[in-house]
Every structure is written in structure tokens, then in C-alpha cells.
């Protein structure tokens, strides 16, 4: 991956996350409505946060994780290095303060059983669609572990063992988390097809066309002439996701962004390398600002809710939980490291004495990679 192009995705994830915070910030409990527009961007920028996964999931296991348990590590360590802080500042704030808001206050179930289900990420499988207290976003990464680990079946297990794995994965995953597996796996594509040499002028039509596709996404309000077509109602939309066929238009739109800049990307090298110093920032927290934004919004929510509404309160809610972000994210993200760390001790101790019967399956193996098919070998 190039410098450019590894700067453009900071940026993107970045825009992303800011987009997912702005569409909450926008409910009447919150700010009253403030920027409520705004509110339509929030679950197109998921959309777009699953084709980036699949890409840069991609490049880090043909660049960085030769092995199943270093792949596994290397997730989970990402994972649960912002989940675990997230939960219990989720209950904390849901517990002490959530309750002020009264009415207004965003749908939150206070049940353990979501913390508990969101924790090991299985909090969307099949009929179950639950997140911990009020926060919402939460939803997402049972998708995205499920993807995670359908890849890595794919990707790093061989015979017999990688189909029975992965068609495992997808049964308990369910249907709704398999309807948008095509989109994340966009993201692979786009990183597969970026490592082939196509014509300047093919990027420029597909970079380009992305943003004019987009600008008629939204002014033509694809999204809700889309749902209207193809309506899903309940209680189909319990196994099925609404909206299916505009998540699939802006996905592919996403992907032709991605493929357009691998291509043309280096014309901008420059320009992005001035500004790496944000891009780089907003890639580095995008993750935290996504899972810290719902509690904090609704604790400054409730600290300044005597101006519900008004200029001032408004402006500390969002100067407070962006700051608040600022501060939590560099401390919990750096325990990241920490985290694989004890990670790998955790699956060596296992590994050795025969105590987890899964041992066999993520032991490390010497693999190559299959040029035609770009699956992993066992290589021994």
C-alpha cells in the first residue's frame, strides 16, 4: 500500500466515524434537533466502514499476519483494546446519569444481557438485535467479528477444515449479518484489484464518477425511492436488513472510490503527505470516537440540560465530547499492544498444556500464498 493511499484511508475512516457521530448528535433528546440533515449520513458511513474493513483487512493479512493466531490476536487486541472501555463507560454514564434525560433520552436497554452478548460480539446474530444500554453503534461489530473470522477461515485454513469453518461461521452469524457480507468483501476485491497495474484514466472515471454517484445518491434521495421499492417490513426486518438495496448502491459506490485513488492516488502524494499529520489522527481514533460518542453525548446531554436546545448548551456538548474523546482515546487505544501481548501468552499457555480444544485449529503454521486463488497454504 503506498503512502497516499494509506493516508487517503486514515482520512476516509475518519470522515467516516465523524459522520456516524454527527447523524446521533442530531437527535431531539441530544441538540434538539440541531443539523438534523445530517442525520441521514450516519448508516451510509457504516456502509462505508465495512468496505474499508475488508480492505485493509486484506492488506494486513497478505502483509502482516503470516499465521491464523497472529491474525486472531491482532483482531481481538483491536477489538477489545476500545469495546471493554467503551461497556463499562457506556454503564456507568447510562446508570448515574441517562436517566435525567427523561423522554428524550435515546432507546437504551439496560439489561446485562446486552452488555454481555456485545462483549463476544454475537449481540445481531440471527433474531437477537440488542446493544449495551444506549449505545447504539455497538451494532456494527457483530458484523464485522463475523466477517473477521469467515476471512480468516477463508483465507488462512486449507481443505476440508476452511469450508466446514466457514459455512460454521455463517450459519451462527445468520442471515442479516450474511446479506452484507458481499459489501465488506468489496473492500477484499478493491485491495486484489489495486494490486494490478490498470489505466490512469480508468482510476480517474471510477474516483471521479464515486462522487458524482454519491451527489445523486443523496440529492435524488436514492436511498428512500430504494426502501419504497423494495420494502422490508416486520417482522421480516428482523432477519432481514432494511434498506438492503441502497446499503448494496452506496457500497458499490464506496468500492469505485477505493479502486478509482489506488489508481490515480499518486497525483496527490503531496498533498496528502501536508496534511498526514489529521489524516493520520483521524485514522488512529476513528475507532474510538465511533464507540465513545453515544454515552458522552448523552452525559454533556444531561450536564447542560437546562439549556436544552440553546447556542451554549448545544456548543458543550460537542466541544465537551470531542475533548473527552481526545483524552480517553490515546489512553485506551496504546493498550492495545498490552492487550496482544497477554493475547498470545493466554493461546501459547493453552497451546502447551492441551487445554482448549481449539489450540489445534490456531496453531501457527508456515503458509505461502496461491497466486491464482489468493488463499493461504500450509506450506510444510
Not at 447523524?23 to 433528546?29: F, M, Q, R, V
Not at 469450508?163 to 458481499?182: E, M, N, Q, R, T
Request: glycine share 8%; charged share 15%; net charge positive.
Amino acid at each position: 500500500m503506498t503512502k497516499a493511499m494509506s493516508l487517503y484511508l486514515d482520512g476516509f475512516r475518519g470522515v467516516a466515524a465523524l459522520a456516524v457521530f454527527l447523524s446521533h448528535s442530531t437527535d431531539k433528546g441530544i441538540t434538539g434537533g440541531f443539523l438534523s440533515h445530517l442525520g441521514i449520513f450516519g448508516d451510509d458511513a457504516v456502509m462505508a466502514f465495512f468496505v474499508l474493513s475488508g480492505y485493509v483487512i486484506a492488506f494486513s493479512a497478505e502483509n502482516k499476519h503470516d499465521t491464523l493466531n497472529d491474525y486472531v490476536i491482532a483482531r481481538l487486541s483491536r477489538l477489545w483494546s476500545v469495546v471493554v472501555p467503551a461497556l463499562v463507560l457506556t454503564g456507568v454514564i447510562d446508570h448515574f446519569v441517562g436517566h435525567q434525560l427523561g423522554s428524550d433520552a435515546p432507546y437504551r436497554d439496560d439489561s446485562v444481557y446486552g452488555y454481555v452478548l456485545s462483549a463476544f460480539f454475537v449481540n445481531q446474530i440471527w433474531l437477537i438485535s440488542v446493544f449495551p444500554g444506549s449505545n447504539s453503534p455497538f451494532w456494527s461489530l457483530s458484523y464485522e467479528a463475523f466477517y473477521y473470522s469467515f476471512f480468516a477461515a477463508v483465507y488462512y485454513l486449507s481443505g476440508r477444515a476452511r469450508w466446514l469453518a466457514a459455512v460454521a461461521i455463517l450459519v451462527i452469524a445468520g442471515p442479516k449479518i450474511v446479506l452484507l457480507l458481499p459489501l465488506w468483501f468489496l473492500g477484499v476485491l478493491a485491495y486484489e484489484i489495486g494490486r494490478k497495474s490498470l489505466d490512469q484514466a480508468v482510476g480517474w472515471w471510477l474516483w471521479i464518477g464515486s462522487f458524482v454517484g454519491i451527489g445523486i445518491y443523496y440529492i435524488t434521495h436514492a436511498k428512500f425511492a430504494i426502501d419504497l421499492m423494495t420494502p422490508i417490513r416486520p417482522p421480516l426486518d428482523r432477519v432481514f436488513n432494511p434498506q438492503l438495496g441502497a446499503k448494496y448502491l452506496f457500497s458499490m459506490l464506496i468500492f469505485m472510490n477505493i479502486v478509482g485513488f489506488q489508481i490515480v492516488g499518486s497525483r496527490f502524494s503531496r498533498l496528502l503527505t501536508r496534511a498526514g499529520k489529521w489524516l493520520r489522527l483521524g485514522g488512529r481514533y476513528s475507532f474510538s470516537l465511533y464507540l465513545y460518542h453515544t454515552p458522552l453525548l448523552i452525559l454533556f446531554t444531561a450536564l447542560t440540560r437546562s439549556g436544552h436546545g440553546k447556542w451554549w448548551s448545544i456548543a458543550a456538548i460537542y466541544i465537551g465530547t470531542l475533548s473527552l474523546i481526545a483524552v480517553l482515546a490515546p489512553l485506551t487505544e496504546s493498550r492495545k499492544d498490552i492487550l496482544s501481548v497477554n493475547l498470545t501468552r493466554v493461546i501459547r499457555k493453552c497451546q502447551k498444556n492441551g487445554t482448549a480444544r481449539t489450540s489445534k485449529v490456531i496453531q501457527p503454521v508456515r503458509t505461502t500464498r496461491n497466486s491464482s486463488t489468493g488463499f493461504r497454504h500450509d506450506a510444510r
